[in-house]
């Protein structure tokens, strides 16, 4: 059964990150999947007038680690490797990534994620592993605060 505290407790945690006072994203959570919403925007582009690989990367990770992490209730999942393939550029609109767990084990997530402006078009897809413990507990200290 899917546990939505943990899902709204994740969201509120990303939110609340000092990164994304900078990057302004949308997110929403459910088991196993995460889609990550990044207006566009000039300052993100480099000199050729597009937004740079970072802002692929980011949006690719972000939600791949939400999906992998929507999966386990007490701790940080770690990346231990992204491949990111950037099929074209985006310059206005809307970075959308959609990730979903394709692996699970006992220790190690698999994830693959679609990257789309909001027309719709495919700019990217990344692979991700994740290792599913670490030493930082999903905890208040963190921003993760679960509500009844």
Same mark, same amino acid.
């Given at each position: #059964?899917? /546990?939505? @505290?943990?899902?709204?407790? $994740? =969201?509120? #945690? *990303?939110? %609340?990150? !000092?990164? /994304? =006072? &900078? &990057?302004?994203?949308?997110?929403?959570? =459910?088991?196993?999947?995460?889609?990550?919403?990044?207006?566009?925007? =000039?300052?993100?582009?480099? @000199?050729?007038?597009? @937004?740079? %690989?970072?802002? *692929?990367?980011?949006? +690719?990770?972000?939600?791949?680690?939400?999906?992998?992490?929507?999966?386990?209730?007490?701790?940080?999942?770690?990346?231990?490797?992204? /491949?990111? *393939? $950037?099929?074209? !550029?985006?310059?206005? %609109?809307?970075?959308?990534?959609?990730?979903?767990?394709?692996?699970?084990?006992?220790? $190690?997530?698999?994830?693959?994620?679609?990257?789309?402006?909001? /027309?719709?078009?495919?700019?990217?897809?990344?692979? +991700?592993?994740?290792?599913?413990?670490?030493?930082?507990? $999903?905890?208040?200290?963190?921003? *993760?605060?679960?509500?009844?």
């Amino acid at each position: #059964m899917a /546990n939505k @505290a943990h899902f709204r407790a $994740l =969201e509120k #945690m *990303y939110l %609340g990150a !000092p990164v /994304n =006072e &900078y &990057y302004k994203p949308q997110v929403h959570i =459910e088991e196993g999947e995460a889609e990550i919403r990044i207006p566009i925007r =000039e300052d993100f582009f480099h @000199a050729a007038g597009a @937004a740079h %690989g970072v802002t *692929y990367f980011k949006t +690719a990770d972000d939600s791949s680690f939400f999906a992998a992490n929507s999966l386990v209730d007490d701790c940080f999942v770690l990346t231990t490797n992204l /491949n990111l *393939y $950037l099929e074209r !550029p985006i310059a206005v %609109g809307i970075i959308i990534g959609r990730a979903k767990v394709v692996f699970k084990s006992k220790t $190690l997530f698999n994830t693959e994620c679609i990257l789309t402006n909001n /027309n719709g078009d495919v700019i990217g897809r990344a692979t +991700a592993t994740f290792f599913t413990t670490s030493r930082v507990p $999903l905890d208040s200290n963190v921003g *993760y605060v679960k509500q009844p």
